[in-house]
């Protein structure tokens, strides 16, 4: 069922937005994730309280929850997997809780309770005991390809709270059917609970030549005179022309000195191209196919909200809901995370952009235009400024001849949820950007499908514009383990969660990439 938030929440988006700047599922409103910390026994939560279980079932605590002793000792109601029949909880040990979530709310509770239940994913994860394999990182989007799901983008990946809910824009890897649609699969693989407020697909048709993509501004671009820059190098000297020369995965990671010499007045890695600029070109593309390193994972789980335990409370329900603490903790994610681009001018780097961090999940094609600023000649040089080991860069590649195309902005036509009875409120909910969202829980997935009418001449490049947010699910080992230290966005934290990153770096990877459990 659909809902509307307070006018207020719209106005307080759009400030936020300003100050960052440069399957089965059901609507209705928002939960937010709130932290439970055993540090300080008793622990008493004022705010209503679902505890989803290894066992896949969801315990309500409508009034509040009181736990003692690593045990949820207040008596909920306690929904087994795929049920809305509800039965006393009794005592339910933190080591049986998957996750929590405190929440504001007046939707009918086991409506609500069926779509936040942990679907048949959480079952498969906690009969083979991977819960700790699967990480956060917003809706993952699939298309089919001879069969298989391949995967497409990750949407909205650091949109922790709905302050942050952001609009990005993928290029997708599809052709259309014989009939004239683009399906594209949408999943939730991560303990989190998924806000999906818009779908819509862009198209742009061009020639077979020429490559469509989103700029720094998700604007389209088309370009094409793609080559590869003069001189690649980065902050420790080495040549990455061999390492980024294309796609291959084969990737660039920071070198290792360069991470451990990181502090708190110095966290940057960079990469300086020298373009070639031939007479005439007034601006020139970076292009840029790469994905975040679990650096970030590492920052939100274990830092923002792994450590701080009762103090997450605040922080996530009253903090980053206050206009004043989202604005501060905007700003300091956009000077610190992301990527900034900048380009030398008069002897000094000059900043031109900044593009966002996009998720260490499926790997994201950017074009980043920049003035084409000569030095020594007919070549720019451009600088790729970032923190230390947070991007997996794949291929870094230019192009000098650009166009604005016309792009055709295409609504959803069909959602296919598990569920047909909810294929209409889905739909309705997903075709605007409005105060109406698509809900998912963990392992819940659905379909959506564009009509874009029958093959155009030239080529077509579709784009997915995907807009929302999400809460994270406060794991039960993240309550047990809480160190009480409270966070704060200042770069001292960040040089702790590098620090932190680098002793777990090798057996995160091999967790993340090898045993991500997908959810058909």
């Given at each position: ?125 906690a009969t083979v005991g991977l819960l700790v394999a699967i990480f956060g990182s917003c809706p993952t989007f699939y298309a089919d390809s001879a069969g298989t799901q391949v995967l497409q983008a990750e949407g909205f990946s650091y949109s922790i709270a709905a ?358």
């Amino acid at each position: 069922m659909a809902f509307t938030r307070k006018a207020a929440l719209a106005a307080l988006k759009l400030v936020v937005a300003i100050a960052m700047v440069g399957g089965m599922a059901c609507v209705f409103q928002k939960v937010k994730v709130r932290q439970l910390d055993p540090k300080n026994l008793p622990v008493d939560v004022k705010s209503p309280v679902k505890a989803h279980l290894v066992d896949g079932s969801t315990i309500l605590y409508p009034n509040g929850v009181r736990m003692v002793g690593n045990v949820l000792v207040t008596t909920g109601s306690r929904y087994m997997l795929g049920s809305t029949t509800r039965v006393p909880s009794g005592l339910i040990p933190l080591d049986s809780v998957v996750g929590m979530e405190a929440f504001d709310t007046n939707v009918d509770v086991p409506t609500s309770v069926v779509a936040s239940a942990a679907g048949g994913l959480l079952g498969v994860v906690a009969t083979v005991g991977l819960l700790v394999a699967i990480f956060g990182s917003c809706p993952t989007f699939y298309a089919d390809s001879a069969g298989t799901q391949v995967l497409q983008a990750e949407g909205f990946s650091y949109s922790i709270a709905a302050l942050f809910e952001k609009r990005d824009t993928d290029r997708l890897r599809v052709t259309a059917t014989a009939d004239g649609r683009v399906v594209v699969y949408v999943r939730n693989e991560a303990l989190e609970t998924h806000y999906i407020n818009h779908l819509e697909l862009i198209e742009v048709v061009h020639a077979a030549g020429e490559t469509a993509l989103p700029d720094q501004h998700r604007e389209m671009l088309v370009v094409r005179g793609i080559g590869a820059p003069a001189v690649v190098r980065d902050r420790a000297g080495r040549d990455l022309a061999q390492i980024v020369s294309a796609p291959d995965g084969v990737l660039f990671s920071s070198d290792p000195e360069t991470v451990r010499n990181v502090s708190a007045t110095d966290l940057d890695d960079y990469i300086d191209l020298t373009i070639p600029a031939p007479k005439g070109v007034d601006s020139v593309a970076v292009l840029l196919d790469m994905r975040n390193s679990l650096l970030n994972t590492v920052l939100l789980y274990d830092h923002m909200l792994g450590a701080p335990g009762i103090r997450s409370l605040d922080w996530v329900g009253r903090d980053l809901d206050h206009i004043g603490s989202a604005i501060q903790m905007g700003r300091w994610y956009n000077a610190r995370m992301g990527m900034r681009i900048s380009v030398l001018d008069g002897g000094k780097y000059r900043q031109v952009a900044r593009i966002s961090d996009s998720g260490p999940i499926a790997f994201r094609d950017n074009a980043i235009v920049v003035p084409a600023i000569r030095t020594n000649g007919d070549s720019v040089r451009v600088r790729l400024a970032f923190i230390a080991d947070n991007w997996r860069i794949d291929a870094i590649r230019t192009a000098t001849v650009l166009r604005r195309p016309r792009a055709r902005l295409i609504s959803l036509a069909r959602v296919k949820m598990t569920d047909p009875a909810q294929n209409g409120p889905a739909l309705k909910a997903l075709r605007n950007a409005d105060e109406s969202y698509l809900i998912t829980s963990p392992g819940q997935s659905f379909s959506v499908e564009w009509d874009v009418g029958t093959v155009a001449p030239g080529t077509r490049t579709y784009m997915l514009a995907a807009q929302g947010y999400y809460s994270e699910w406060v794991r039960g080992s993240w309550i047990k383990n809480a160190s009480g230290k409270a966070f704060a966005p200042s770069d001292a934290f960040l040089v702790e969660a590098i620090r932190d990153w680098r002793g777990k770096q090798t057996e995160m990877e091999n967790r993340f990439y090898s045993t991500r459990i997908a959810a058909r």
